[in-house]
């Protein structure tokens, strides 16, 4: 396989990474908090899709809406019970509360769903490459007999209708202004009579609704099971933390970065070793948090 | 003979000039106080002095050495104490532990000697409370020796404070806005006592922007405008000096 | 109270004479060819108390780190794999796959308790100066690293299946399967009793005075003349060392170490034990883990006479685990023993 090849795969895999990240950093920059149910929020997402598109037979973009919304309302819903009430305690309870939460939620799915895994019914077609010349360098092929398929090209399409939609939200309208103003200083907002509260139930349900595109799009790309939002989670805290935790658009460049070493470290792997990719992902978090805590565009996290 | 010896200081946070190239000296002995409008840099000139910030240029000398840049811990313990405009009481410690924790030599605070419960670590440790219910008692804090210190009011944080650095006998006590938020009967009796340690041999420099309570209490006065000097000297030069006349009514 | 207040018969040297006893107690059993005869039903207690008992050791650690110190651990269970592993690799004679080298277990013990040490004091050194949540986030990366290369290298840590082939010395010693059981049990109890011997002594002591001093105000903790970050290492190596002394004992007790072990589930199951008791009590934290661990035995039981599957039934445990930590962080955020004040939250 060739290296163009990879990247087209570490495309996609940043691409639904990137969406469910921006949600994850924007309810850390607003509600400041580091939410380890996230992965959760994804995997009923994840369901609601799955049950929009299978049971009820709704075409996949509807069901996929349907999962939005669902996603939007759990979120919404687990937000206003469990993590408002102690907003005011700071990081720490907030993220240990996320941690049991999180746990509940998977082992409820895992009660209810089951243990297998199950598949979005699709259809893809592959648009191949032919013709294209080897172009080696040493024992790698650069480019090599490139595919995509249409749902990759849907992956990839959903996240930057998702980039854009975003940027018009955050600086054309209102609530997406009062997010930034939230985000950049919690005191000031308020004295210019922001309804903070108000805007917090916005995020938590702006969250929520990339959390369900997020669970639809992976399991398009995989399959759907209780634990496949957990299995997410580090990277995509990985990928928020890379882009400066709290900045959305280094969110983006974050996943991408994630999504890339994923795949490429895959590709020049040993086979046999391909487990530890996962790993070199968090190495990378690893390296950023003792490097440049503050990631590519954002903040101090290191004590004065 | 200086003790403190600030030279050419500069610091600047975010484009701002917080310090601009100040320089200022305290000697052995001397009650200082340091004034000037909010901004001036008076806070900044502690946090750089005392190790909690590092300056983007000069020199800090105390007691003959450079120290600049060196830690707040190994400044405390060469001597050098401060206290923070905004009480910092350890909130979970009760009033008697924070005293004693400033405690120095404590043999105890290494793992051996706490894990054997070495006799040098209890006969210190007797040291230590005896000394800190003295100073506990001294700033009439006896009664609440067991409370935790989350529980105090304002003025009650203030004197734990200040027991607390003198539980390390410093050299050069650096007290930002002592008196702030401070009831008069208080400020007196704070003021009284700053002037008594001074009065052992302890040298004091004092912030505040409160200027009736300074003059009265200092025998120098320095003024800082802008992270720079604007004037240096007695109460009394200073208070008819033009420029401080501008800087405090003239606004 | 300071140490001259609570000097004479404290609970630290109650707890080291019980250790000690614990450990005589051990090896009666495990050196004289008496035997004892446990009634089946009493296998799955002892099981999990052994278990408890490794853990206590990792629970008392943690306690130091974040109830005296204030460091979030999330990735605690990479140092009790350190020790497991390191205790399994040097001295495993012919594991079924990756290394082991067949040294004396007390010296693999030893170097498990260092490794796992000097892992602390590596991630230590790198990570202690982040603010408390990204730390959380760091030490657990860690973890997962580690947790990825335990089951990928497969020619040194034995992949999925682990290393097995690790002496049991307990079981060599003692006469037979019951008794290796129950002296394995006094004396991993022993261990228990004396470690909360030591960190009691260290906490009570002005060591411990300083340790709270720096959870609360690290700034004014320096200003003071204390190295917040020293104790800050200091704290967080013991911690691993402990966690690493609880995994070697657990590979020698259990013969095998495997990924499956030491997974994520472990820091969350000491956490939430830890919690629960009340961060900051030493005793509290032993008996919050006793109450998690209880409910693992209690659900053992209970399994036999509900109609679900054990597969269900392992789902209902976790959710029942995941709303306590939420429950205890929202009502009770002191924990069930510990003190409100000293830990500054509203209870």
Redesign the interface.
């Known amino acids: 396989m060739g290296l163009a090849q990879n990247v087209v795969f570490g495309l996609v895999t940043g691409s639904y990474i990137a969406i469910a990240a921006i949600g994850f950093t924007l309810i850390y920059g607003i509600v400041n908090m ?1 939410n380890f149910a996230y992965g959760e929020f994804i995997t009923i997402g994840a369901f609601v899709g799955i049950l929009a598109s299978g049971t009820l037979s709704l075409p996949l973009p509807i069901a996929a809406l349907v999962a939005m919304v669902g996603g939007g309302l759990v979120s919404l819903v687990l937000a206003r019970g ?1 993590f408002t ?2 907003n005011h ?1 700071g ?3 907030l ?3 996320s ?10 799915v ?2 209810v769903a089951g ?1 297998g895994a199950r598949y979005f019914d699709t259809s893809a077609t592959t648009y191949r490459f032919e013709g294209l010349p080897d172009l080696p360098v040493g024992s790698v092929d650069l480019l090599g007999n490139l595919f995509v398929t249409s749902l990759q090209l849907v992956v990839v399409g959903s996240a930057v209708a998702v980039f854009l939609l975003l940027y018009t939200l955050l600086t054309r309208t209102d609530v997406g202004i009062a997010m930034r103003a939230l985000a950049d200083d919690e005191d000031l907002a308020r004295v210019r009579g922001i309804d903070t509260q108000r805007v917090r139930d916005s995020v938590w349900m702006l969250a929520g609704v990339l959390a369900g595109l997020a669970g639809v799009l992976i399991g398009i790309q995989t399959n759907v099971s209780a634990g496949i939002g957990f299995s997410f989670v ?1 990277q995509i ?2 990928a928020a ?1 890379l882009g400066g935790a709290g900045s959305p658009y280094g969110a983006i460049a974050g996943s991408y970065v994630i999504g890339l070493v994923l795949a490429l470290s895959t590709a020049f792997l040993p086979s ?2 391909t ?2 990719s ?2 070199i992902a ?2 990378v ?2 390296i950023v ?2 490097v440049k ?1 503050s990631g590519i565009a954002g903040r101090e ?4 | 003979m200086s003790l403190l010896a600030v030279e050419d200081l500069t610091k600047e946070f975010g484009g701002l000039r917080a310090l601009d190239g100040l320089s200022v000296s305290v000697d052995r002995g001397d009650l200082v106080g340091v004034m000037g409008p909010n901004g001036a840099g008076k806070t900044t000139l502690f946090n750089c002095v005392s190790g ?2 590092r300056p983007d240029g000069g020199a800090v000398t105390f007691d003959g050495t450079d120290v600049t840049g060196n830690s707040p811990e190994a400044l405390a313990r060469a001597g050098m104490i401060r206290t923070f405009q905004l009480t910092r009481e350890l909130r979970t410690m009760t009033v008697r532990d924070n005293v004693r924790l400033a405690a120095t030599d404590q043999p105890g605070e290494r793992t051996l000697p706490a894990l054997l419960r070495t006799d040098a670590m209890e006969s210190r440790e007797r040291e230590v409370d005896e000394r800190a219910d003295e100073l506990i008692e001294a700033f009439e804090l006896a009664h609440l020796a067991d409370e935790y210190s989350a529980n105090l009011s304002g003025g009650q944080r203030k004197l734990l404070e200040l027991a607390r650095a003198l539980m390390l006998d410093p050299e050069l006590l650096l007290l930002d806005e002592p008196f702030a938020g401070v009831n008069p009967t208080l400020t007196r009796d704070i003021a009284d006592r700053i002037r008594e340690l001074n009065s052992e041999g302890m040298t004091v420099v004092v912030i505040e922007h409160e200027l009736e309570t300074l003059t009265d209490l200092v025998d120098r006065l320095v003024v800082l405008q802008q992270g720079q000097l604007l004037v240096d000297g007695s109460p009394e030069t200073v208070l008819d000096d033009e420029r401080v006349v501008e800087a405090y009514l003239g606004g | 109270m300071s140490v001259v207040d609570r000097l004479p018969g404290g609970e630290g040297e109650r707890a080291a004479l019980i250790g000690g006893a614990c450990v005589l107690m051990a090896a009666l059993f495990a050196l004289t060819p008496l035997v004892v005869a446990l009634p089946s039903a009493l296998y799955v207690f002892f099981e999990v108390a052994i278990l408890y008992a490794v853990y206590g050791l990792l629970v008392l650690g943690l306690n130091l780190q974040y109830g005296h110190t204030g460091l ?1 651990n999330f990735g605690h269970v990479v140092f009790f794999a350190a020790g497991g592993y390191t205790v399994a690799m040097l001295s495993a004679q012919n594991p079924f796959a990756g290394i082991g080298l067949g040294y004396p277990w007390v010296a693999a013990l030893v170097a498990g308790v260092l490794v796992a040490a000097l892992l602390g004091a590596l991630v230590g050194a ?2 202690l ?6 730390l ?3 030490t ?3 973890a ?2 580690f947790h ?2 335990f ?4 020619g040194i840590f034995g992949g999925n299946v682990g290393l097995s082939g690790i002496p049991q010395p307990i079981a060599a010693l003692a006469t037979d399967g019951d008794t290796t059981l129950l002296a394995t049990l006094l004396f991993f109890g022993g261990c228990v009793a004396f470690t909360f011997a030591a960190v009691r002594r260290l906490t009570d002591a002005p060591y411990g005075r300083v340790l709270r001093a720096v959870r609360a105000d ?2 004014v903790a320096r200003s003071l003349g204390k190295s917040a970050f020293s104790y800050k290492m200091q704290a967080f190596v013991y911690g691993a060392a402990l966690a690493g002394l609880g995994g070697g004992l657990f590979a020698l007790y259990s013969g095998a170490v495997a990924p499956g072990f030491f997974t994520l589930q472990v820091t ?1 199951t000491v ?2 034990g830890m ?1 629960l008791g009340g961060a900051g009590s030493h005793r509290g934290v032993l008996a919050g883990l006793a109450i998690i661990m209880g409910l693992r035995l209690l659900s053992r039981f209970a399994l036999d006479v509900t109609p679900v599957s054990a ?2 039934f ?3 445990r ?2 029942v ?6 429950a205890i ?2 009502y009770r ?1 002191a924990g069930i023993w510990g003190n409100a004040e000293e830990l500054g ?1 509203d209870s």
Do not use: Q
Not at chain 1, 301 to 304: C, G, L, Y
Not at chain 3, 151 to 154: A, G
């Open positions: 580091i469990f009430p102690i305690t990081p720490v309870p993220l240990l509360t941690i049991g939460l999180g746990l509940a939620l998977r082992n409820a895992r009660l243990r580090l805290l990985a933390i046999g070793m487990g530890i996962s790993a968090f190495l978090l690893v948090l003792l805590p996290v290191r004590e004065a | 909690i910030v | 979030i790198t990570s100066r982040l603010r408390d949540d990204f959380a986030i760091a657990l990366a860690t997962e690293i990825t290369l089951v990928n290298f497969r690290e700034l969350v956490w939430i919690l597969s269900a392992a789902s209902i976790l959710i685990i995941g709303m306590i930590l939420v962080v929202r955020p939250v």
